[in-house]
């Protein structure tokens, strides 16, 4: 059974930054963060695709969350700076997304068969 444990969510200031860490029972070619907000659908924030050493952003986060995998330690990391308010959201992480016969994760979330508990992230003044 695949477990995933998010950590490293809490309150911040508009402007700050958070760290956010999923401990994985085991690495897969396509891992990624989502979120969502009460009454939205979730949605992707940024994958990692193992099989061609690729990430990818949703515009709304491109240039201030970045991604990364440390495959040793089982571990998916989501570094968030400059947050916004609109940032505030319950932070998923996922793992087990479907490769496409390009190589290339897909990024809508019924495409990931393993995901944890959450962590609630807070942008506030």
């Known amino acids: 059974q695949v477990q995933l444990v998010e950590t490293g969510g809490g309150s911040v200031e508009p402007g700050g930054s958070l760290t956010l860490s999923c401990a994985a029972s085991?690495?897969?070619?396509?891992m990624g963060w989502f979120r969502q907000v009460p009454g939205k659908e979730r949605r992707w924030v940024a994958i990692?695709?193992?099989?061609?050493?690729?990430?990818g952003y949703h515009e709304d986060v491109l240039g201030r969350f970045t991604i990364s995998t440390d495959t040793a330690k089982k571990m998916l990391h989501l570094q968030m700076n400059n947050l916004k308010s609109d940032d505030t959201a319950m932070y998923y992480c996922?793992?087990?997304?479907?490769?496409?016969?390009?190589?290339?994760?897909?990024?809508?979330?019924?495409?990931?068969?393993?995901w944890g508990q959450g962590t609630q992230v807070t942008v506030s003044s």
């Open positions: 085991e690495i897969f070619d396509c």
């Open positions: 996922a793992a087990g997304g479907e490769l496409s016969q390009w190589g290339y994760c897909y990024i809508g979330p019924e495409n990931y068969p393993h």
């Open positions: 990692a695709n193992r099989h061609n050493q690729n990430e």
